[in-house]
């Protein structure tokens, strides 16, 4: 029996979509790979679920084809999105513009869209991996486990490549060619950065706020501001996950990329400067470790002394004025030789996707094979930290599920 509207992927992206159509009567199945349904939607904020933000730029979005994303936001906005939630008893808190649900817990907003789409009449199938995808004589054929589908209208959201415990494997690129679509180049996003310096294993566990600048080429690119992770491998935290999409295209380019922390992001060079030789001044008699002790974290302060020459034991007033002006500039830009990202298995969001060069973005429809639909992560569209990535697959999940009813 031919199946009406048949969605690729149960995630954010595709509930949405088979609410939206359900809704406009239509009967929809959802075809899942994993156990359940939304299960990155678990691991989102933390658990706690970031799922929009009351501030919406386009910079927030980034894609080959900037205008892309604000054609399906422009429809289903963030007052949307929480008006949505609020309309099926989610109750909704605001911090610094992220908004979460009040209880705290992902699993709220999960819940509430599944069981308003099983409310809804909604079928879902788990388990189910689809291996290949063509149309024939009108129609979809989806094989699967040996065995074949039609649907008049199918809808792909089967999330990029990034967290593939939680079913993003990339599987759904695979189909999307099969039908004669294009990606563009997929790297990790909103993920760490891996360096080649050595003395990352001993900043490794350090939690600071500081201002990360991407360079590449030698050419700065964009910067970020925020609580800096160092590890032993390299750079994470926010302000790098960031940057993380910018770093990871151009290593995919082969080319030369740097970050460069600055630990004191308020104060100039030249005040860090004075402060340092008031402290020389005052406590000369003293070790460099001990008179600068309460600048920095400890194991930062060490490392910015090694890097300058400077032994910890020390006493300030035998160190060089050259030696103290090279603390304070790599205090203030710290230079990491970045070698490659922290992979799609511990990136939140695959960037890069879909080529919407070939996507309708007010309807979500392919222009390439009528009544195919995209929606989300699968496309070449991602947002920074902050719930866009969600507010883009209810945006996008809303559009599709909307034209896809009216077929």
Request: glycine share 10%; with cysteine; proline share 1%.
């Amino acid at each position: 029996m031919k199946k009406e509207i048949v969605i690729v992927g149960g995630g954010a992206s595709g509930l949405m979509a088979a609410i939206t159509c359900l809704r406009q009567g239509k009967k929809v199945l959802i075809l899942e790979q994993k156990d359940k349904v939304g299960k990155k939607i678990l691991a989102t904020g933390n658990g706690k679920c970031n799922f929009t933000n009351i501030f919406q730029e386009d910079s927030c979005y980034r894609s080959s084809q900037a205008a892309f994303p604000g054609k399906a936001l422009q429809q289903f906005g963030a007052e949307d999105t929480v008006r949505f939630f609020e309309d099926l008893g989610v109750l909704v808190k605001e911090r610094n513009g992220y908004l979460y649900p009040y209880s705290g817990q992902a699993s709220t907003i999960l819940d509430a869209l599944y069981y308003e789409a099983k409310r809804l009449g909604v079928e879902i199938e788990c388990g189910i991996k689809v291996d290949h995808i063509k149309k024939e004589k009108g129609a979809f054929k989806l094989q699967y486990g040996g065995k074949t589908m039609e649907a008049e209208t199918v809808i792909l959201s089967a999330g990029g490549k990034a967290s593939k415990a939680l079913g993003s494997d990339g599987s759904g690129f695979g189909l999307a060619k099969e039908l004669g679509h294009h990606t563009t180049k997929l790297c990790p996003s909103l993920t760490g950065l891996k360096v080649k310096e050595n003395f990352c294993k001993a900043l490794a566990g350090v939690r600071t706020d500081a201002a990360v600048s991407l360079f590449i080429e030698d050419s700065y690119v964009t910067k970020d501001v925020g609580e800096l992770q160092l590890t032993s491998y390299g750079v994470s935290g926010i302000p790098v996950f960031q940057i993380c999409r910018f770093a990871g295209m151009a290593l995919l380019e082969k080319k030369e990329v740097e970050v460069k922390v600055d630990f004191f992001p308020n104060w100039k060079e030249k005040q860090l400067r004075k402060l340092v030789f008031r402290q020389k001044e005052r406590f000369g008699k003293e070790a460099a470790q001990i008179v600068l002790a309460g600048l920095l974290n400890k194991k930062v302060l060490l490392v910015l002394l090694k890097q300058a020459g400077i032994q910890p034991e020390t006493i300030l007033n035998k160190v060089s004025d050259e030696k103290l002006l090279s603390l304070c500039k790599n205090a203030k830009a710290l230079a990491f030789h970045v070698i490659e990202t922290n992979g799609f298995e511990n990136a939140q969001v695959c960037a890069g996707g879909i080529d919407t060069r070939e996507v309708n973005g007010d309807t979500m429809e392919s222009k390439l094979v009528k009544r195919l639909y995209f929606a989300g992560e699968i496309l070449d569209v991602d947002g920074i930290c902050g719930g866009y990535n969600l507010q883009w697959a209810w945006a996008s999940g809303f559009v599709a599920g909307s034209h896809a009813a009216k077929r």
